[in-house]
């Protein structure tokens, strides 16, 4: 029963440009969560999303991100025109019920961007 | 504003002692906790969770909840040099604390 899959593992993006970042939920998981973990500090969370609906984004900056999850394939998690503080580890986490009902979130392996 | 408070250590222990990391929270409405190891460079692994008042064992960890000081805590019994990583504990509004560092010394 595979974990949850992210990727890239590693993305390097020049200032400006544009990062992608796909996240498969375990199977039978419905709900997928976004975290950014910058070097040092804690996991902050970004956004909260089911079938093509997004449930919570209070933790999405307002600008350059945004983030899905289509009836059909991964979730995504985008960012435009990408600046050095952006470099961060990215992780993705999903749940079969939505996690404020005490059900259990597993993380993914983590996408760490590094912008140059 | 919905916080996790940990002591972001690093704490220090000898091999085979008890360590004690501990973790308040200020939302009375999260109803379970989780408490997640990461090693450096890696992902989080959820250790254990609880979600009834008093202590849940699972092998060498006990976690221990307290609704009413508003606070959990995770023991970890005959520590060991693997288990030196950074644990994040988290309540159920999806919301982690920055993490203790574990330090096991052989």
């Known amino acids: 029963n595979a974990g949850v899959m992210q990727n890239p593992r590693h993305l390097v993006r020049r200032r400006g440009q544009e990062a992608r970042l796909r996240c498969s939920p375990m199977?039978?998981?419905?709900?997928v969560y976004w975290y950014r973990q910058l070097p040092e500090e804690g996991l902050k969370f970004m956004v909260y999303?089911?079938?093509?609906?997004?449930?919570?984004e209070s933790g999405m900056p307002k600008e350059r991100f945004s983030a899905e999850f289509p009836k059909e394939g991964p979730s995504i998690l985008r960012i435009q025109q990408v600046v050095r503080g952006d470099s961060a580890a990215y992780f993705c986490?999903?749940?079969?019920?939505?996690?404020?009902?005490?059900?259990?979130?597993?993380f993914g392996e983590g996408s760490w961007l590094t912008v140059v | 504003q919905k916080e996790v408070e940990q002591n972001s250590g690093p704490l220090s222990v000898p091999e085979g002692a008890i360590a004690s990391l501990n973790c308040t929270y200020s939302?009375?409405?999260?109803?379970?906790f989780f408490w997640y190891r990461q090693y450096s460079g890696k992902s989080p692994e959820l250790i254990m969770f609880?979600?009834?008042?008093g202590d849940k064992e699972d092998g060498r960890f006990t976690a221990q909840l307290n609704k009413a000081s508003q606070y959990v805590s995770l023991l970890i019994r005959d520590s060991q040099p693997s288990d030196s990583a950074t644990y994040l504990c988290?309540?159920?509004?999806?919301?982690f604390g920055k993490g203790t560092m574990l330090l096991v010394s052989p």
């Open positions: 986490a999903s749940s079969p019920k939505t996690a404020s009902s005490g059900n259990t979130i597993y």
């Open positions: 199977k039978g998981h419905s709900h």
């Open positions: 999303l089911q079938k093509e609906n997004i449930i919570d």
């Open positions: 939302d009375r409405g999260s109803q379970s």
């Open positions: 609880i979600y009834s008042n």
């Open positions: 988290a309540g159920s509004t999806l919301t």
